[in-house]
């Protein structure tokens, strides 16, 4: 019986890695293009994503995050870098978008301040906050693009 060779498996396999890359690759772009920018990625990193959205606590979550020193209340200057250094848009507006969401006007971001925008944001009152409800009003909030 003639000895089959497996020269042609393994194009075919190289063939497939091949192709695996490109699909990776491609994923990858369409994911930064489809919107991967600083607010999605802080929505996502607190438990939502595209089909899932956020509870009363990880909202709370998502905004303590900017909570450098973790003392409970985000400072003006913490809230300020944190946009910077995350690319969050209009970094120049960062000084205004923290007194527009400073609720009591305490110079301090909070619970208070967080529960009050987690009603603002959960526009269909379901108890959730899911992602084109945070697009939408974290746009109009900061009157982004």
Not at 64 to 83: I, K, Q, S, Y
Request: negative net charge; hydrophobic residues 40%.
């Amino acid at each position: 019986m003639p000895h089959k060779s497996s020269f042609p498996m393994k194009v075919s396999l190289c063939g497939h890695l091949n192709t695996m890359k490109y699909l990776i690759l491609a994923a990858t772009l369409l994911g930064c293009a489809l919107g991967q920018n600083a607010s999605d990625k802080l929505f996502m990193q607190y438990g939502g994503n595209q089909t899932s959205c956020l509870d009363a606590t990880q909202f709370s979550s998502a905004w303590h995050h900017f909570d450098l020193d973790n003392d409970g209340g985000v400072t003006r200057l913490e809230f300020d870098t944190v946009w910077k250094r995350e690319s969050f848009p209009d970094s120049a507006q960062s000084p205004a978008n923290f007194l527009e969401i400073d609720i009591n006007r305490d110079v301090i971001l909070d619970d208070r301040d967080f529960a009050y925008l987690f009603k603002l944001f959960d526009e269909n009152g379901d108890g959730e906050v899911c992602m084109t409800e945070w697009r939408q009003n974290f746009k109009s909030l900061f009157q982004l693009g």
